[in-house]
T-cell receptor
Framework: AQTVTQSQPEMSVQEAETVTLSCTYD???????LFWYKQPPSRQMILVIR??????QNATENRFSVNFQKAAKSFSLKISDSQLGDAAMYFC??????????????FGTGTRLTIIP | NAGVMQNPRHLVRRRGQEARLRCSPV?????VYWYRQLPEEGLKFMVY????????ESGMPKERFSAEFPKEGPSILRIQQVVRGDSAAYFC??????????????FGNGTRLTVT
């Protein structure tokens, strides 16, 4: 079974600085998708960024980018120019090729990000 | 365009009562997923439904929990004879078609169930 590990329960960063959140996963599949979701206090799950495993280029969405290391099974999220609105729980998630046709995701336990003004 | 609507937002039940959680997917979406989030944990998959069919219930507890997605109306997650351990946030997500590359999941804001 696939597992997703987020080893940092909490992180903090000064406003306008850069922070990196770690995620590792375990899988025997060669084709899969990886995601970062943001969950603010409102509880809404917001998709931040996603990466297809077959793509070598790291995904980027404005201030958010990933460092995808397929061989190391690592998928870290970098947030540049941190803003107060970035404060939230961040979840890493995995979707495997064996589940194509079924979009269920496997989530990590999350990292709580605090932004220091 | 309305997103995934879940109600109620908060639900309090006494031990032994029944809890019914509702989810209206994005208009036109025919695939619904239910997840459970225990305090300080990530979301755990429970069940995947298409209209009138349960496709994957591998994450559902074998007893007391059931889910449906009728031809008309919202999807319902039903928990009978609730216990304190059922206290959690329950999230619904929907998609238009199979394949995440074509149709990412849209999540609702969840229902927080508290069992007293």
């Amino acid at each position: 079974a696939q597992t997703v590990t987020q080893s940092q329960p909490e992180m903090s960063v000064q406003e306008a600085e850069t922070v990196t959140l770690s995620c590792t996963y375990d899988t025997s599949e060669s084709d899969y998708y990886l995601f970062w979701y943001k969950q603010p206090p409102s509880r809404q799950m917001i998709l931040v960024i996603r990466q297809e495993a077959y793509k070598q280029q790291n995904a980027t969405e404005n201030r958010f980018s990933v460092n995808f290391q397929k061989a190391a099974k690592s998928f870290s999220l970098k947030i540049s120019d941190s803003q107060l609105g970035d404060a939230a729980m961040y979840f890493c998630a995995y979707h495997g090729s064996n589940n194509f046709g079924n979009e269920k995701l496997t989530f990590g336990t999350g990292t709580r990000l605090t932004i220091i003004p | 365009n309305a997103g995934v609507m879940q109600n109620p937002r908060h639900l309090v039940r006494r031990r032994g009562q029944e809890a019914r959680l509702r989810c209206s997917p994005v208009k036109g979406h025919s695939h619904v997923y239910w997840y459970r989030q225990l305090p300080e944990e990530g979301l755990k998959f429970m069940v995947y439904l298409q209209k009138e069919n349960i496709i994957d219930e591998s994450g559902m507890p074998k007893e007391r929990f059931s889910a449906e997605f009728p031809k008309e109306g919202p999807s319902i997650l039903r928990i009978q004879q609730v216990v304190r351990g059922d206290s959690a946030a329950y999230f619904c997500a929907s998609s238009h078609s199979t394949g995440i590359s074509n149709s990412p999941l849209h999540f609702g804001n969840g229902t927080r169930l508290t069992v007293t």
